[in-house]
């Protein structure tokens, strides 16, 4: 399997444009998990779906950043209007949750920078 | 409010000598713990788990402790290998499954050759 595949891998982009991240689960994972990594606050949990559903999006920072997943196999992650404070690591997880548990496999991240 | 705490930003152990990194978390609902370990530019990866149901969890040089009533959880690693040096990630969740896992800032472990 390749794993849980995001991209791009590094985003530059300037203040005020849209962003879209991209991520492709593992095949026959049912949950979806975004996180974003800072220095001051580590991993935080953005926003989770299970079977392409939002579950919880009560990490997402504010009205400028979204989430979908249109089916199993894909989802996205916009940042419109972009910020400078918004440049972080941004991870995409997936995980098999119910009734078998098992842990989040996460991909390799994009690294978005906003000037 | 950080939920989980990992205190120690970073820690460096001689190789072949034991690590012990350490979590501490506040809210009694979690009842599922996991340490991830990252390197750079690549993603955390999983690395052993825990339930509240249990107080010790062993996999090779790998064991988590737990302990409820202090809320604190410890990660140990005997011996200590080059390879082990990375960002260890200490997680949590309350529904014995990974859904929502609550992350602490993360130790970086160098290991001296």
């Known amino acids: 399997d390749a794993g849980v595949i995001q991209s791009p891998r590094h985003e530059v982009t300037e203040m005020g444009q849209e962003v879209t991240l991209r991520c492709k689960p593992i095949s026959g994972h049912n949950s979806l998990f975004w996180y974003r990594q800072t220095m001051m606050r580590g991993l935080e949990l953005l926003i989770y779906?299970?079977?392409?559903?939002?579950?919880?999006d009560s990490g997402m920072p504010e009205d400028r950043f979204s989430a979908k997943m249109p089916n199993a196999s894909f989802s996205t992650l916009k940042i419109q209007p972009s910020e400078p404070r918004d440049s972080a690591v941004y991870f995409c997880?997936?995980?098999?949750?119910?009734?078998?548990?098992?842990?989040?496999?996460f991909g390799q991240g994009t690294r978005l920078t906003v000037v | 409010d950080q939920q989980v705490k990992q205190n120690s930003p970073s820690l460096s152990v001689q190789e072949g000598r034991i690590s012990i990194l350490n979590c501490d978390y506040t809210?009694?609902?979690?009842?599922?713990f996991l340490w991830y370990k990252k390197y750079p530019a690549e993603g955390p990866t999983f690395l052993i788990s825990?339930?509240?149901?249990?107080d010790k969890n062993e996999d090779g040089r790998f064991t988590v402790f737990l302990n409820k009533s202090a809320k604190h959880l410890s990660l140990h690693i005997v011996p200590s290998q080059p390879g082990d040096s990375a960002v260890y990630f200490c997680?949590?969740?309350?529904?014995?499954?990974?859904?929502?896992?609550?992350f602490g800032t993360g130790t970086r472990l160098t290991i001296i050759p």
């Open positions: 997880a997936s995980s098999f949750s119910r009734p078998r548990n098992t842990e989040a496999f």
């Open positions: 779906f299970n079977n392409n559903v939002p579950i919880d």
């Open positions: 997680a949590a969740s309350a529904d014995f499954g990974n859904e929502k896992l609550t």
């Open positions: 809210n009694s609902m979690f009842d599922y």
């Open positions: 825990i339930s509240s149901i249990k």
